[in-house]
């Protein structure tokens, strides 16, 4: 993705795509197949907890795996797809593509936290 659509995204939903994929961290996510927009590719919608994990990226550190109270805004709904991705050596390999980000609705942290089924 350019840098000019991640920056139009961060700035709509005030989430990067870089705090999104922490929700792979969280083993407790919630996924769902989104029939009504996998006509193309399969789609899948995630509802997770950015606060789970903990990523190192050179010297950088990704996540908050230390925090000891949990904010509402660490709950977040993401879209996202897998694809095949040819390597220059000929290897495919699954990539993930993350299409969109966003805090998740009252509604989604019921369904994250259980509170409906």
């Not at 509402?72 to 699954?94: H, P, Q, S």
Request: aromatic share 10%; glycine share 6%.
């Amino acid at each position: 993705m350019s840098t000019t659509k991640k920056r139009t995204k961060q700035k709509k939903h005030g989430i990067s795509f870089r705090s999104a994929a922490r929700v792979f961290f969280d083993y407790d996510r919630i996924e769902m197949v989104d029939e009504d927009n996998s006509q193309t590719e399969k789609r899948y919608d995630t509802i997770g907890d950015t606060s789970a994990g903990n990523l190192v990226v050179g010297s950088t550190v990704i996540g908050n795996i230390n925090r000891s109270e949990k904010t509402v805004n660490d709950i977040l709904f993401v879209v996202y797809t897998e694809r095949e991705r040819i390597l220059e050596d000929g290897i495919a390999v699954e990539v993930t593509r993350l299409i969109s980000a966003r805090l998740a609705t009252s509604f989604e942290r019921g369904l994250y936290y259980g509170k409906y089924n």
